[in-house]
């Protein structure tokens, strides 16, 4: 599994904007589909959006429009362009790499600490 660590996040006032970034120290994450995900208090991690090797890229129905994930090759980095804030988006987000399926169903060993995103109203 690769070691990716998350930052970037951080307080906003509902309707702003924030890219948090998902980097690699491994080579390969160029060949891996990554997902970008978040956990608010007391509720389950859920997947925010998802990019593929080749640059496809699928939104949960709750970010679709605001949120745009992409990904720099060359950088090993993903990032989560987060735009129109909602307070309902204030979690702690985490990304991880894999195949398209292993990161659709978030079947992985470990997790990174994630990056806290916090939107007041």
């Known amino acids: 599994q690769l070691q990716l660590v998350e930052s970037g996040g951080g307080l906003v006032q509902s309707g702003g904007s924030l890219r948090p970034s998902c980097a690699s120290s491994?080579?390969?994450?160029?060949?891996?589909?990554v997902g970008w995900y978040r956990q608010a208090p007391e509720k389950q991690r859920e997947l925010v959006a998802i990019?593929?090797?080749?640059?496809?890229?699928s939104y949960a129905d709750s970010v679709k429009g605001r949120f745009t994930i992409s990904r720099d090759n060359a950088k090993k980095t993903v990032y989560l362009e987060m735009n129109s804030l909602k307070p309902e988006d204030t979690a702690v987000y985490y990304c991880n790499a894999g195949s398209w399926w292993r990161v659709q169903q978030a079947i992985f060993e470990s997790w990174g600490q994630g990056t806290q995103v916090t939107v007041s109203s």
């Open positions: 491994g080579s390969h994450l160029s060949i891996y589909a």
């Open positions: 990019i593929t090797s080749g640059g496809s890229t």
